[in-house]
């Protein structure tokens, strides 16, 4: 355990250095970028190292994983962060561990996420997942609303019991017009953001960039990023 403990202290390190340069390069206060761990495949093991690394916030994509996960390490001084598409199905769990969901991207999960924070006595923070690869209307390859569906989805949500608008999150995406224009993506979705926070504007959480590029998300002004490899190690048996 003193070698895995070891091995994540360097790599996180290495992530640190990376951001701190990133905010340093882009005119920013390193207190700007908040860095989320993303531990899915990872066993709770590890999240507990993290944690007395000081890490704060972690992310699940898969609630099987995550609800263990979070039942086990359920004593340590974490935000809970669900980044993966959301199935119905899965809300009454979700809702009582995450303390944000940011892959909001349609109103029956809003209706539902509203419906189980209640019933939990919690209040969850929501992001609305943004995909940048739709059309003004419809959704992404990865899930997430078209930019014409933010206004709409937005209000549903500041509107719904037990839940929190938080702002934005996008992936950046493999397909359209942002298609390996990662500082692009991020771009447009500050400029979404903007128009986001004229009507709410506590609303001001960005969450964008992995370990790929994160770099050019704090260049774009994103709050908050998500990496994983980076951190964790490469994922072995995806695919």
């Given at each position: 355990?003193?070698?895995?403990?070891?091995?994540?202290?360097?790599?996180?390190?290495?992530?640190?250095k990376?951001?701190?340069?990133a905010?340093?390069?882009?005119?920013?206060?390193?207190?700007e970028?908040?860095l989320?761990?993303?531990?899915?495949?990872?066993?709770?093991?590890?999240?507990?190292i993290?944690?007395?690394?000081?890490v704060r916030?972690?992310?699940?994509?898969?609630?099987?994983?995550?609800?263990?996960?979070?039942?086990?390490?359920?004593?340590?001084?974490?935000?809970w962060?669900?980044?993966?598409q959301?199935?119905?199905?899965?809300?009454?769990?979700?809702?009582?561990?995450?303390?944000v969901?940011?892959?909001?991207d349609?109103?029956?999960?809003?209706?539902?996420?509203?419906?189980?924070?209640?019933?939990?006595e919690?209040?969850?923070?929501?992001?609305?997942?943004?995909?940048?690869d739709?059309?003004?209307?419809?959704?992404?390859?990865?899930?997430?609303?078209?930019?014409g569906?933010?206004?709409?989805?937005?209000?549903?949500?500041?509107?719904?019991?037990?839940?929190?608008?938080?702002?934005?999150?996008?992936?950046?995406?493999?397909?359209?017009?942002?298609?390996?224009?990662?500082?692009a993506?991020f771009?447009?979705l500050?400029?979404?953001?903007?128009?986001?926070?004229?009507?709410?504007?506590?609303?001001?959480?960005?969450?964008a960039?992995?370990?790929?590029?994160?770099?050019?998300?704090?260049?774009?002004?994103?709050?908050?990023?998500?990496?994983?490899t980076?951190v964790?190690?490469?994922?072995?048996?995806?695919?």
């Amino acid at each position: 355990m003193t070698d895995r403990k070891d091995e994540l202290a360097a790599n996180l390190a290495k992530v640190e250095k990376r951001i701190a340069a990133a905010c340093a390069a882009a005119g920013r206060g390193r207190d700007e970028v908040t860095l989320i761990v993303v531990t899915k495949t990872y066993p709770a093991s590890d999240v507990r190292i993290l944690s007395e690394l000081g890490v704060r916030h972690v992310a699940e994509n898969r609630d099987q994983d995550a609800a263990p996960k979070a039942a086990e390490c359920s004593d340590l001084p974490l935000t809970w962060h669900f980044v993966g598409q959301l199935q119905t199905n899965k809300v009454r769990s979700v809702a009582g561990y995450a303390d944000v969901v940011q892959s909001v991207d349609r109103g029956r999960l809003v209706t539902g996420l509203s419906r189980e924070a209640v019933r939990a006595e919690r209040e969850l923070g929501c992001l609305i997942q943004v995909a940048l690869d739709a059309g003004e209307s419809g959704r992404g390859e990865r899930g997430g609303v078209a930019p014409g569906g933010i206004e709409e989805l937005a209000g549903l949500v500041a509107g719904s019991p037990g839940l929190r608008l938080g702002g934005l999150m996008t992936v950046a995406p493999l397909t359209g017009e942002y298609a390996g224009r990662q500082r692009a993506a991020f771009e447009r979705l500050m400029d979404l953001s903007t128009v986001l926070r004229r009507a709410h504007p506590a609303a001001n959480m960005v969450s964008a960039g992995m370990s790929a590029d994160l770099e050019e998300a704090v260049a774009a002004g994103a709050t908050h990023v998500r990496v994983g490899t980076a951190v964790l190690g490469v994922r072995a048996g995806l695919g």
